[in-house]
């Protein structure tokens, strides 16, 4: 029986494409991202994954969109424990999802299509974060001149850091950053006298 052009699609063929796509991507980096080997791997026919995605800039993004899921920190938090999240969630991007390989090829920007894609994403995903940050900076709790972005920036890097340096993060290594951020970032509690402002230096004399 012949079903026209606006049936319904399967929603259990995506989820074979994008799994198949999220194995590639794990197992054997970026690289082996491409319609081929998804078809390959998943038993879905290139033509049905190309009436889905029609190429493979196309499928890398709903791969990352799949992959990269960072939900937000609770507002109130204290301070460092919003630090404690981002570290938390770097090391589950890093270790869980991207896998080395992945993570790798974004840092030699060997495959142009995946890192573009991944950018996005994870800036889309960390506009949030950033966001809620300044209004930590607004409201007194950081240091006026902490740049939420930069601050983010240094998270994502203490932990690539940490890896390339020593293969993997050391247990006291999110102690040890958290409490070195705090200290950069003059941390104190709202009600502390002068939070978020640090002293003027007196002039030499």
């Known amino acids: 029986m012949h079903q026209g052009p606006g049936r319904p699609r399967n929603p259990a063929v995506g989820e074979r ?3 198949a796509a999220l194995d590639l991507l794990r197992g054997r980096g970026p ?20 009436r889905r ?7 890398i993004a709903a791969t990352l969109d799949e992959l990269v899921e960072v939900s937000t920190p ?39 299509d995946f890192t573009t894609a991944l950018r996005h994403v994870l800036r889309d995903r960390l506009d949030t974060v950033r966001a809620d940050i300044q209004s930590d900076v607004d409201s007194g709790a950081l ?8 601050l983010v920036g240094l998270l994502l890097g203490a932990y690539l850091a940490a890896v390339l340096q020593d293969g993997q993060a050391a247990e006291e290594w999110e102690d040890s950053t ?10 104190r509690p709202p009600d502390a006298p002068g939070a978020g402002r640090r002293p003027r230096r007196q002039g030499r004399t």
């Open 31 to 50: 690289g082996a991202l491409t319609i081929d080997a998804v078809s390959a791997r998943s038993g879905v026919a290139r033509t049905t994954i190309y």
């Open 143 to 150: 240091d006026r001149s902490v740049d939420p972005g930069a």
């Open 74 to 112: 609770a507002p109130d938090l204290p301070m460092e424990e919003k630090l404690r999240w981002v570290l938390a969630e770097v090391r589950r991007l890093v270790e869980d999802r991207l896998g080395r390989g992945g993570t790798a090829a974004v840092m030699a920007e060997s495959d142009p």
């Open 178 to 187: 958290v409490q070195l951020l705090l200290r950069g970032a003059d941390v």
């Open 17 to 19: 494409i994008l799994q």
């Open 53 to 59: 995605f029609p190429d493979r800039r196309a499928l």
